[in-house]
């Protein structure tokens, strides 16, 4: 980050709190302006990070000291505050998924282009150590053409986990499709290069919580060349699990783990020697702490400064909106 960013934070929960350290960490001098229904919560994190509490959202959005506004707001809200920041001349980033529903989506998509501001969706996971390596490995073609993808995503809920605005469809628009499932179909997309879809089923089921939505989503889709995608998102998994596999013609990646209660992060890769002989396997830990909502401040906010597009940017995130609510039509 080479300039100094005046953020405005809409929602000072879990995620308000990961974004607004650092933010602070990263600049020392930017001011930070949070907003949150829940003032007490509000001047909380505003103590925490040395921030400035904000009474109004419709203050915070028309203030002209704030150039990025960080949405960590629950689902429903997510667009219209969107919108109006960007109305506002702000760029925006907005925590996935990009609104409830690919129309909410598309209009956010739109709005980005009219105003020519950065709108990036806040999918963290693109940045973890072992998915960049697994990336740059896919472009290097060292396990060879894509062949498919499976991935697994899932934990155990919580007490009450059934009254939380999740389990409410009209706050939520809908279940863990799009919570956990949106962050697995980021994924696959970018490493298939946004590939069209050809083919797609989906089985979306509330299995054990008592709630409106779905508590498990059962996704496979094959793309125009013949790719395949197969996604379970869980919200049944009583063992947090994640867990990302991609093989080619010529060996094969694995994904374990994001660190903390997901397991260490680890990265094998096997590469196939001859047909009927066991692979060669290279396993590569990453026990470091989580600094992908650090990577994921530093792209976007190098986006605004140099105007490119960042990753899972509006039109990248649009895709992935737009493949959910297929899903959801089916």
């Known amino acids: 980050m080479k300039k100094n960013h005046n953020v405005l934070i809409v929602g000072a929960g879990k995620i308000g709190t990961k974004r607004a350290v650092v933010a602070r960490q990263l600049s020392q001098s930017s001011k930070i302006y949070i907003f949150d229904v829940n003032k007490k919560a509000a001047e909380k994190l505003s103590n925490t990070v040395n921030g400035i509490p904000v009474q109004s959202l419709n203050q915070g959005l028309k203030n002209k000291d704030v150039d990025i506004v960080i949405v960590s707001a629950i689902n429903k809200e997510t667009k219209n505050i969107s919108l109006v920041a960007l109305k506002n001349n702000k760029h925006v980033l907005c925590e996935k998924p990009m609104g409830i529903n690919y129309k909410e989506a598309l209009e956010l998509s739109k709005a980005a282009e009219k105003y020519k501001n950065v709108l990036k969706c806040g999918f963290n996971h693109r940045y973890h150590p072992a998915i960049q390596e697994a990336y ?23 007490k009450g986990y059934d009254k939380e605005w999740r389990a ?8 863990e499709l799009l919570d956990q ?10 490493f298939l290069g946004f590939e069209k879809i050809k083919k797609i089923y ?5 299995m054990f919580w008592n709630m409106e939505v779905e508590d498990n989503a059962f996704a496979l889709y094959e793309t125009k060349s013949g790719k395949v995608v197969q996604i379970h998102a869980s919200w049944t998994q ?10 080619g013609t010529k060996g094969s990646l694995e994904i374990n783990g994001l660190g903390g209660s997901y397991g260490t992060e680890t990265l094998n890769t096997s590469l196939k020697t001859k047909l009927g002989k066991a692979p060669i396997i290279t396993k590569k830990s990453f026990k470091t702490k989580d600094n992908s909502w650090k990577y994921e401040w530093m792209d976007f906010t190098n986006a605004v400064e140099t105007k ?7 039109k990248e995130s649009l895709e992935v909106m737009k493949t959910i609510s297929n899903l959801y039509s089916l």
Do not use: M
């Open 136 to 158: 740059k490995q896919c472009k290097k073609n060292k396990i060879g053409k894509i062949l498919f993808i499976r991935a697994v995503y899932g934990h155990g809920g919580r």
């Open 168 to 175: 409410k469809k009209a706050l939520s628009g809908g279940g």
């Open 181 to 190: 499932g949106s962050h697995l179909l980021d994924l696959c997309h970018w």
């Open 202 to 206: 989906s089985v979306n089921k509330t």
């Open 238 to 247: 009583w063992k947090n699990l994640f867990k990302l596999e991609i093989y």
């Open 308 to 314: 490119r597009l960042p990753l899972s940017n509006h």
